[in-house]
């Protein structure tokens, strides 16, 4: 029965699963299943005649799709003798909630299992069903077909038929709705998807990708605090961080048994009992007290071990419906304080409203910088809250990747877009534009020195074209350069250092004190220019025996500026590639052939004050080449020393690394990269059930695309099977056979 409802929902192919019903006489199992747009027919056999076997139609009514608001799916199906059955599926919140009086054998029993499979780390549905009264039906059918053919409005129609309304639907009749036609669809709703018959419970294992936990691992090794924001049960998203802790050797510490954890769950005998009463102003009341009082004693707790020395690492865990009351405006301050404390935050059960409101809390309320990753529809919000959003393309849609900024086929490649290219994207940045501020800031306190020596007399230095093609071709090549090809070290070592990552963090390359040593240098550089230059100049003379003029100063300071910032560039490039060279002599080469061009061009539209054979004068005298050599190591004399003092004393990171690597090559080092494996020993898993076998296969870790999914089934039964790639390869190939052998029957 419940692999016949997930095939009318999910019309996929069926998984072979354990039956946790007590009707164990009843249970069917599915062989053959074969559909049309309108029709589905399984071929069933009763559990205690094997021999017996007939197909079975099922007429497709109505389909209820799930959303991430319902969290839920239902469809209407019609039997052979006329029979209308609802049958739903759905998250054991959503469909405890709905589920008719009395059979709690089966709900306690049920719940029971639950528990076992979120501990497993296993993902898990509920089952249920309702027999439908055709008028009842049909009276429901009506409205929903009218929003569903709607026009206007068609989604919010179909919203309002869809959506539950508790409040609405218990008690009274359709009568009481009549005047209110949102709340009769409202009410309608309830009646379809209320009163439910639990079936039991599935369960499906979702393992995860190959190279998460060492992934994981990596990235809080660089600083970067992990939190989990799932739709699992509590349990399950527990087990799958400790999973994650022991598949990296013990080395992730997303959580671990070392950890002082602080649960903050709706799952407790209070709750339950104050829910089973059914008063809702009672249990919203009651819930936000209890969660208030948790927040509290565990900020409590934290702020004890500040004056111990030794702090355990600390991690909270929170589900969806203690977290809706949590981010309420009066807790929210506790919350964040909590969570930043914390060396790990996972939130179980949480819609995608709340995935998008936690990632706006850290954001705006901590102002950090945050990064949400996901893989699906239900991410979008996540994704787009966050400052930086990557999807994962897979199995679940291209709608995380559409909405994303980055798009990555697999998670550990977070690793490499990180450690790598986000390193290597933040120092350039950081090199281009402390560049831009260095070559503008010394180019102009070249003129203001000059104003300063006529009293401001309005007398410009540099020609018009020399300070217009200053940005645009004399200093705009090189600096390109470096924000195409400068890394600090290669990818490899950013890999296997991924504390380098810090540097970012901290902001460690565009901090004020960079900033003005930047400007100091600058400050020093535009006197060199200036007055070095214009002092001399009273001693120098042309080949006429004539001392230089203004336009030969400017040309001559102008020249020692492009090679000294261009030069300067080179020094501060951590590496240089044929590109550098190539960029910083065309601008210099192009420098002399624009003044060489410029100098010899003169029109009778030309004014006075006109730099026409000035270049030529320059170089006929020994003055411009002492000139070339003197002034720009002059100036560069203090960056030199700067530099060295800083590297010997003061050094990054970064030049640590580089020193300890300098004899390295970068062709070796990339062939030596390294790769996120998931090496994964066998392990034993310290919860009631069972040991699970693991295998490490890649998949995408869609729920449904996870090979081995026997496994947990199998061994409940007391039968080991082999999770070998090449085993569950073969008995997917042999299943494919017997269907295929079926149909040709």
């Known amino acids: ?150 026009l206007s409005d068609r989604e919010k129609k179909l919203d309002e038929v869809l959506e539950d309304a508790i409040e609405v639907g218990q008690g009274g009749n359709e009568d009481d709705y009549g005047s209110h036609p949102e709340k009769l669809a409202q009410g309608v709703a309830e009646l379809i998807e209320n009163d439910l018959i639990l079936i039991g419970s599935t369960a499906i ?16 090794r660089a600083g970067i605090k992990i939190w989990v924001l799932t739709g699992d049960k509590i349990e399950t998203a527990i087990n799958i961080a400790y999973g994650v802790s022991a598949l990296s050797g013990g080395t992730c510490n997303l959580i671990n048994n070392e950890m002082r954890q602080f649960i903050i769950s709706s799952e407790t005998d209070a709750i339950r009992e104050v829910e089973e009463r059914g008063d809702q102003v ?51 301050v506790m919350l964040l304080n909590l969570s930043l404390n914390c060396h790990s935050v996972v939130c179980c059960r949480v819609s995608p409203l709340q995935k998008a409101q936690v990632t706006a809390l850290v954001k705006n309320g901590a102002r950090k910088i945050t990064l949400g990753i996901g893989d ?27 909405a994303s900024d980055f798009a990555i086929a697999q998670f550990r490649y977070l690793v490499d877009l990180l450690l790598v290219h986000g390193r290597w994207s933040y120092l350039r940045i950081c090199q281009v534009v402390t560049y831009f501020f260095y070559k503008n800031l010394t180019f102009t306190l070249t003129q203001f020195w000059f104003n300063l020596q006529t009293g401001f007399s309005g007398q410009r ?93 400017s040309t001559m300071a102008f020249t020692c500026v492009v090679i000294t910032v261009n030069f300067r560039l080179l020094m501060n490039s951590n590496s240089i ?24 061009i003169r029109t009778r539209y030309d004014r006075q004050e006109n730099v026409y054979f000035v270049i030529y004068v320059l170089m006929s005298t020994p003055y411009f080449y002492i000139m070339l050599l003197l002034v720009p190591v002059a100036a560069l004399f203090c960056d030199f020393v700067y530099l060295g003092v800083q590297r010997w004393f003061f050094p990054y990171d970064y030049q640590i690394i580089q020193e300890l690597h300098r004899h390295e090559n970068d062709d070796s080092g990339r062939a ?21 076998p693991r295998a490490i296969s890649k998949n995408t870790g869609f729920a449904f695309d996870s090979p081995g999914y026997e496994s947990f089934f199998a061994t409940q039964l007391g039968v080991h099977t082999s999770q070998n790639a090449w085993d569950v390869a073969k008995r997917a190939s042999v299943r494919s056979k017997d269907g295929d052998i079926e149909q040709k029957e």
């Not at 919000?381 to 994962?392: E, L, P, T, Y």
């Open 1 to 150: 029965m419940q692999k016949a409802i997930k095939k009318l929902c999910n019309r996929i192919l069926v998984l072979h699963v354990r039956h946790l019903n007590e009707m164990r006489s009843h249970s069917l199992l599915v062989l053959h299943m074969r559909r049309t747009p309108t029709m589905i027919y399984v071929r069933e056999s009763h559990a205690e005649k094997m021999d017996i076997i007939h197909d079975v139609s099922y007429e497709i009514l109505n389909v209820l799709e799930f959303n991430s608001t319902r969290k839920r799916q239902s469809v209407v199906c019609r039997y052979p003798n006329g029979r209308l059955v609802l049958y739903c599926k759905g998250a054991d919140n959503v469909i405890y909630e709905r589920l008719a009086d009395g059979s709690n054998d089966i709900k306690t029993v049920t719940r029971g299992h639950l528990e076992q499979f979120g501990s497993a780390g296993l993902r898990t549905l509920c089952l249920a069903y309702k027999e439908l009264h055709p008028d009842v039906y049909e009276n429901w059918n009506k409205k929903f077909l009218n929003a569903k053919s709607s």
């Open 205 to 220: 294992e979702d393992k995860l990708q190959d190279g998460v936990p060492a992934c994981i691992d990596t990235l809080q």
């Open 282 to 332: 009672e249990i919203a009341r009651f819930i936000r007290e209890e969660v208030k009082n948790e927040l509290k004693k565990c900020l409590e707790e934290v702020k004890s071990y500040f004056s111990s020395l030794a702090i355990p690492k600390l991690a909270l865990v929170i589900d969806g419906k203690c977290l809706m009351y949590a981010l309420d405006p009066s807790l929210r």
């Open 376 to 402: 699906g529809a239900n991410d979008v919000s996540m994704i787009q809250a966050a400052h930086v959003g990557v999807g994962i393309s897979g199995m679940e849609g291209m709608q995380a990747v559409m």
């Open 461 to 553: 230095f540099y020609d018009d074209w020399f300070q217009s093609l200053y940005n645009v071709i004399f200093t705009a090549l090189p600096v390109i350069m470096v924000g195409l090809y400068d890394k600090d070290v290669s990818a490899s070592l950013s890999m296997k250092y991924p504390e380098l990552y810090m540097e970012g963090i901290i902001n460690a390359f565009f901090k004020w004190r960079v900033v003005a040593i930047r400007a100091f240098l600058s400050v020093y550089q535009s006197l060199v220019f200036f007055y070095f230059v214009s002092s001399s100049n009273l001693s120098a003379k042309n080949s006429e025996g004539k001392i230089f003029g203004l336009w030969d100063v």
């Open 577 to 600: 590639t044929r590109w550098h060279y190539i960029s910083v002599g065309g601008s210099i080469l192009g420098w002399f052939i624009f003044v060489f061009i410029y100098s010899w």
């Open 672 to 692: 030596q990269r390294l790769e996120i494996r998931n090496q994964s020993p066998p392990e034993e898993t310290t919860l009631e059930i069972s040991e699970l």
